[in-house]
């Protein structure tokens, strides 16, 4: 999957991003999680936003681990619904 832009984001990195002013936007920013479904996207943010309070370096990681996840999951979705698409697509003509 598509990990271009995040592999220079890990637990240490997460750990010094959080005190940065706005730092749940930040860090959801550099998550990409736009590129999950509403339900991951809105989950991965209450997570950072206990990660942002709590510092927890076991957090960090398993922060990464998710949102990496659940970016996959999204994507292979996507991927299956529109082939799904074009089959039905196909049969109809």
């Given at each position: 999957m598509n990990t271009k832009g995040n592999s220079d984001l890990n637990a240490t990195t997460l750990l010094a991003l959080r005190q940065e002013s706005d730092a749940v936007r930040v860090i959801t920013e550099r998550l990409k999680v736009k590129e999950m479904g509403p339900?991951?996207?809105?989950?991965?943010?209450?997570?950072?936003?206990?990660?942002?309070e709590s510092g927890d370096i076991t957090a960090a990681e398993a922060l990464l681990k998710n949102a990496q996840t659940r970016r996959e999951l999204n994507q292979s979705q996507s991927i299956a619904e529109k082939m799904t698409q074009q089959r039905a697509q196909r049969m109809t003509d």
């Open positions: 339900a991951d996207h809105i989950r991965t943010k209450h997570e950072v936003k206990a990660f942002v």
